[in-house]
């Protein structure tokens, strides 16, 4: 079965302007994740979103956003971009995924990732 | 403080040896993660374990619930399995910061 695809594979956008990423998960699903990985600050979760709804959130600026839809492929968006949004952008989908202590609990699949450029 | 400990941080090896990589946590888990991550930035997941004693091939990942301490081995060691390792441990998947392994032929 087809894995997590995440779109697109590589973008570069400006300082000021904003940057709409997307995660189609594995089918049957229900569970997308999103994390941003820097040299830095390494792998930080971003948020997680179960039936469309967000379930968990990291310690992000409200900058950083996203969504679930229906079919359960899950949209991030960046808006303002700075310089340091620069990064490695994963989202890992799950079965059930996190919530209520829930998380952890199913594997993880995750995608090749969107690698951000922000100049 | 880190919420998850990883070490060593860079390993060399040569084709064929044992290896350890060893993750200390502090959050409360319901399962602790191993990915392997290789150039290019792909994640695979190698294994979810809670308890015990998980074997995957050339590959066996460890746990101690109460000491808060996994490891993860690798038997006979190839260049293939040249890639970095990160263990993540938490409800909100708190991420070691990688151990970069190079095996040498």
């Known amino acids: 079965k087809a894995g997590v695809t995440q779109t697109p594979r590589y973008l570069i956008k400006t300082r000021g302007q904003q940057v709409t990423l997307s995660c189609s998960p594995i089918?049957?699903?229900?569970?997308v994740s999103w994390y941003q990985q820097t040299p830095g600050q390494g792998l930080q979760f971003l948020f997680e979103y179960f039936s469309e709804t967000q379930r968990n959130k990291g310690n992000f600026p409200g900058r950083f956003s996203g969504r679930q839809f229906s079919n359960s492929r899950s949209e991030m968006n960046v808006s303002t971009l700075e310089l340091g949004d620069s990064a490695l952008y994963l989202c890992a989908s799950s079965l059930v995924g996190g919530g209520r202590g829930k998380m952890g609990r199913t594997e993880a699949f995750f995608g090749q990732g969107t690698r951000l450029t922000v100049v | 403080k880190n919420e998850v400990e990883q070490s060593p941080q860079n390993l060399t090896a040569q084709e064929g040896e044992f290896i350890t990589i060893n993750c200390s946590y502090s959050v409360g888990i319901s399962a602790l993660h191993w990915l392997q991550q290789h150039p290019g930035g792909g994640i695979v997941s190698l294994f979810m374990?809670?308890?015990g004693k998980k074997k995957h091939g050339r590959l066996i990942a460890t746990i101690n619930i109460q000491e808060k301490h996994s490891s993860l081995h690798i038997t006979a060691s190839h260049p293939r399995d040249s890639a970095v390792y990160i263990c993540?441990?938490?409800?909100?998947?708190?991420f070691g910061t990688g151990t970069s392994l190079t095996v040498i032929p």
């Open positions: 374990l809670s308890s």
């Open positions: 993540a441990a938490g409800n909100q998947f708190y």
């Open positions: 089918s049957g699903h229900r569970s």
